[in-house]
């Protein structure tokens, strides 16, 4: 599954999956509903959609996730 992140929304369109982004903003949005078992990381995909980066939520998930791989352990 790992290998979706390397495709973008023009892999897809360009083989007729246009009209799955009338759907879903995003590959990300789409596999993460079609394939809810499967622990999707957004910030992996080619590119997000910047309705993506707008929740604080989303921000927040990136920076502890940078953080935890950096090693930082606490935030003052």
């Known amino acids: 599954m790992s290998d979706w992140y390397g495709v973008s ?3 897809i369109g360009d083989r007729g999956g246009r009209g799955l982004f009338k759907q879903y903003a995003s590959l990300y949005e789409a596999l ?3 394939y809810p078992e499967y622990p999707w990381e957004a910030q992996q995909f080619v590119r997000m959609s910047s309705d993506y980066w707008a929740s604080l939520d989303h921000r927040r998930e990136c920076l502890q996730r940078i953080g935890t ?3 930082i352990t606490e935030v003052t």
Request: net charge neutral.
């Open 69 to 71: 791989e950096l090693g």
């Open 32 to 34: 993460k509903v079609i």
């Open 9 to 11: 929304q023009k892999d």
